[in-house]
């Protein structure tokens, strides 16, 4: 959860003319679907951006060592 803030308005003649409307917003895990090799069996996941970083980088997650993208 965090808030987000729209531009445009801020200080005007040294005061402020109206506050800045602050409006709830959700920030949500970047997920994209993959088809993961694990130990040479295809598997579609759906993974988060950072886990598809780390597996193009290091080749591994976790428990799972061998890991590659189709």
């Known amino acids: 959860m965090g808030s987000s803030r729209t531009h445009g308005r801020g200080v005007a003649?040294?005061?402020?003319?109206k506050r800045a409307p602050v409006t709830p917003r959700l920030f949500r895990i970047n997920l994209q679907k993959k088809t993961v090799v694990i130990n040479g069996e295809s598997k579609q996941m759906r993974l988060c951006a950072k886990c598809i970083k780390r597996?193009?980088?290091f080749g591994s997650i976790g428990d799972y060592k061998n890991i590659s993208f189709i």
């Open 13 to 17: 003649g040294k005061r402020w003319k």
């Open 55 to 57: 597996i193009k980088n």
